[in-house]
């Protein structure tokens, strides 16, 4: 739920939220940690007496046997740009793979229009419908929620071109609907990709993803001609406010 009046205060760019503004969301996925099914040691090739992490898959990822003390580096799957790579300790104890580099080229394709002078409400609602339907990697959560923010504020550069106040504020309306619903998709069915972040990762891409959320709502607040509350809900956000 939003609540703004017209004739608001101007905020700036990724302003602390005031008190009476208010983002619920349902709990995070939990933070990358190494997953059940990696066998925790193993004697290595031939009988090596050197410590071997033992091949693993996952992710659409086949892992070979790496020794203890490095990292093993491939292409991310599925077609997606950056490297993957799987950590294996001196005790050939392997770590889960870490696919936060991993961009989907949707995604990828996407941040590009965000940038420039495609439709803004045009982007966001193919990232809402794309987050929604498509598996998406770790590196695909970091970007979604820096488009989120690049697109809240190209439109409050753009709305300064609308003269009429009804226009800005379905225009920006329309954007935190799309924003709702994209950070939703985020929060519900991926928690695959939020996994494949390590820990500062993912709270740093939680943090971006509430900021961008917290960015359109007072966009809207500063362009509502009228004083009135509104109201968006999915299934993942209960409240916005």
Known sequence: ML??????????????????????????PAVWSPRAEVPSTGSGPMGSEVSWCPPTSGRGLIWNW?????????????????????????????????LSECRSMWLSTLTSRAHIDDAVLAVSHDLASVTASRALYGGDVTATARIL???????????NDFPDINQREAMVTELVSTAVATGSNLMGGQQAAWADLRPLEHRAAATSLLLGLEETAFLLANNLHH?????????NIREYC
Do not use: Y
């Open 3 to 28: 609540a703004g009046a017209a004739g608001a205060r101007p905020r700036a760019a990724f302003q602390s939220p005031p008190h009476n503004s208010c983002t619920k969301l349902t709990p995070l």
């Open 66 to 98: 790496t020794q203890g003390g490095e990292t093993a580096v491939q292409p991310c799957p599925g077609g997606a740009s950056g490297w993957a790579r799987r950590p294996c300790d001196p005790m050939g104890l392997a770590g889960a793979a870490d």
């Open 149 to 159: 923010n690049s697109l809240a504020r190209r439109m409050a550069n753009d709305v």
């Open 227 to 235: 004083e009135k509350t509104v109201r968006h809900a999915e299934a």
